[in-house]
């Protein structure tokens, strides 16, 4: 027999709530209860970085957070970085340096560097290495999302 409960939280701006067991991780509840499905599962042990999420102004790796957990806090997926259809900025820069290729870490990456350019809006190329060395991409060689962080800094410092 399994034990549920019903879990509310605030995802990119819109109040969710849904019914889960409270074994389930905040990832597959974002997939599966909130059709959220740009959280990609990868390790399930919190090292690759592709379920990062932003909880509550913390970016989180959502395998290792119970849904329960979340219960009554916003949620940022990558979902919430477009406004309108439009990219942002971020996302803008990802596809101009090439920053992504098979598309897995994408949103984890995104989303920690989303976090990480509101807390260091002016990084080093050093800096950006290490906020993305939890994120594991398989891919690209990071040159192109470094390139695509500093560019972002960039425009933004400038704006």
């Known amino acids: 027999m399994s034990d549920t409960r019903t879990i509310s939280l605030t995802l990119n701006g819109a109040a969710k709530t849904a019914e889960t067991d409270v074994r389930v991780n905040l990832a597959d509840f974002l997939r599966h209860s909130l059709e959220a499905t740009g959280t990609h599962v990868g390790c399930e042990h919190g090292v690759?970085?592709?379920?990062?999420?932003?909880?509550?102004?913390?970016?989180?790796?959502?395998?290792?957070?119970?849904?329960v957990q979340a219960d009554g806090s916003t949620v940022e997926t990558v979902e919430g970085l477009a406004t309108d259809g439009a990219l942002s900025d971020l996302q803008a820069a990802f596809s101009r340096h090439h920053g992504l290729q098979c598309g897995f870490c994408t949103p984890g990456m995104l989303m920690t560097l989303h976090a990480f350019l509101k807390e260091v809006p002016n990084p080093s190329e050093t800096e950006v290495r290490e906020a993305i060395s939890g994120n594991i991409c398989r891919c690209t060689g990071y040159q192109g999302i470094v390139a695509a962080a500093l560019d972002v800094a960039a425009s933004r410092k400038g704006a």
């Open 48 to 67: 690759c970085g592709a379920c990062t999420v932003i909880v509550d102004g913390q970016p989180v790796r959502a395998c290792l957070m119970l849904a």
